[in-house]
Every structure is written in C-alpha cells, then in structure tokens.
C-alpha cells in the first residue's frame, strides 16, 4: 500500500521499505542521524497516513470508550487528547492509542497503523449501547510536524493561532495551506509539535506547504528510523516491543495511564490483581558499557541467570552511545547496577540508569 506522499518519498530520495505492507521511507539521503538530530535542533516532518483512525458517535459514545480504555475520559474537556490502552480482558494490550474527544457524543480514535484491522474488530465486537464506530482510516491522511521550530513555521501557513492550542489538545476546521484540518498538539518525538489529519486526496498539498515553508530552516523530511530513535529515547512505547498481549501496561511502566480506581474497563480485575500482588516484570533502561549493539529479543542476565531481555535497543544520536530498555524480573536490579546483555552470545556490561533517555521538551 502507498500513501498520498508516496511519489514525494521517492523524489526526495527516500529508501523505500514495506512497512507492516505500507512503501514508506526508512530514511532519505540525509540519512537517519541527521534526520533524528534536525528534529531535536530544528524540525522534521512525518508521513504517518498508515495510522488509523476511528470515529465514535452516537449518544453512548463516550460511555462507550470510558470502558474500552485504561485512562479516564471523564477528565477530558471538548479539544482535548489523551494517551490510553485497550486491554485483553487478562490485562494484556490490544494496543496504545490516543483519544480525542470533540463532545461526549463524537470522540476519535487514532491507532497503531500495523494493528488497524485488529484494532477495529475489537472495537465493534465490544460496541454497547447507542454508538457507531467508523474506521476512515483510508480517507485520512496524516503528517507529523515535530521539532522546537514547528510552530513558527507551520503558523506561516495556518489561519489560526497554533499558540492557542496547548499540549494534547486539539482544533477541528483549521486552514493548513487552504486544507481544511484537524490539528493536534501531540506527536511521538519527546519534542514540541503538531499532527494535522486532513482528507487522502489533499495529504500531497500540506506534506509539500510544510517543507516549502521550512526550507530555508533546514527542515527535513523524516523517515521511519529517525521515528523510532526519537520515540525510543523519548521513553515512548512501540507496540510488539514495551506493550503487547503478553506485556502489561503496568509491568511497560505505563500505570499513569491506567485508572484502576474506575468503575470498570475491559481488563480491570486482572490489573487491579497484579498491582495488588506485585509487578512480576518491569522495564528498565540501560546505558552499554562495553561495545555492542543491544537488539530487541537479545537476553539480559544477572550473575549469569537470565531475567528478561531486549525490548528495543540501539545507537542514540542524542547521546551519542548504545542503548536499551529491556523487560526483566521484578526487583533483579536498580539503577546503578550492571546487567549484561547478550550480543551474538557474549556477555556485554550495560548499566541500569534513569528513564527516559531524553528529556521531554513539549510545549505546556
């Protein structure tokens, strides 16, 4: 499958990949670390319209999604995002996703782009009451505007005051380039920026007005590594790798984001169990010692005992070393304590040190 942006991708030079059966760009010639370090210095723009998105309407809407996610909506004023799961109802992750509620009536959700179909199954085999969900994911486009300079330069071409639109929140009916839009105040970098969904067919005409009008900054288009570098440093989770059907939110280290004190949510009890019981699992970060590139699914031991293992790892551009976060045993180390990792069968020292890796600059 190909996005709008397609063509775009391949004149500047993308090296196209199938992504989960999408042709998008790992990375473009700048390559992957110019890509990652102009969007923490600068800004990048994403082509993200393999993400999917699911409208939710009806006058049950919101009870509805109140039981389908971890967090609590009722929180949530009109404009307004917030990160949430959907759970298994053993605790495990359907997958991460962000809620956006226009009224109590319409609320959109925007979903992993590799597990759409799933997600969307799940969703209308768990619909009550008087709703309707609508999967417009194939109409939607969408671009990703990240980067300590996004703001000045998208404004350039947006007839509103993107000032006005705080972290996770989000306006409906926004002129980006002549486009109508809807532009949120979120993305998965760790920095300030924006993701503006508009129709399919009108994707090309906003991808080519952002870089246009960052060309004289340096802005970059970015490809799907620098997206995961960022993210990974940032501490965000990957579905397949922090969270899946066998990871917990609570063991990902993401239990801020689920309300075991509501009244329910599909997965609750179990939840409710582990956190009662003690964390079986947890998330650390680690920092290599020795050279070596830890890779997702490489073993962590202690004292010569395995206790887990890569969930992602690699080079951070942003500091300039080998990294990891990695799922081990409850209580098997702390920070300031040496595991190693396994690389290609040899034991390699890594610290266990702070997360995140970088420090988040949104825009509060």
Known sequence: MKTPMYHEHVELGGNIVDFGGWDLPVHYEAGIKEEHLTVRSKAGLFDVSHMGEFWIEGPDAFAFVQNLVSNDIS????GQVQYNMMCYPHGGVVDDLLVYKASDTRILLVVNASNVDKDFAWVTENLKGEVKAENVSSKTAEVAFQGPMAEDILQRITDVNLSDIGFFHFKENVK???VNALVSRTGYTGEDGFEVYVNWDEGVKVWNAILEAGKDDGVLPIGLGARDSLRFEAGLPLYGHEIDKDITPLEAGLGFFVKLDKDSFIGIEPLREMKAKGLPRRILALQ?????????????????KEVGYVTTGGYSPSRNENIASVLVEAGCADIGDEVNVMIRGKAKKALVIKKPFYRKKYKK
């Open 75 to 78: 929180v949530l004023e009109d």
């Open 288 to 304: 290599m010692i020795d050279k070596g590139v830890p890779r997702n699914g490489y073993p962590v031991e202690v004292d010569g």
């Open 176 to 178: 980006v380039a002549g």
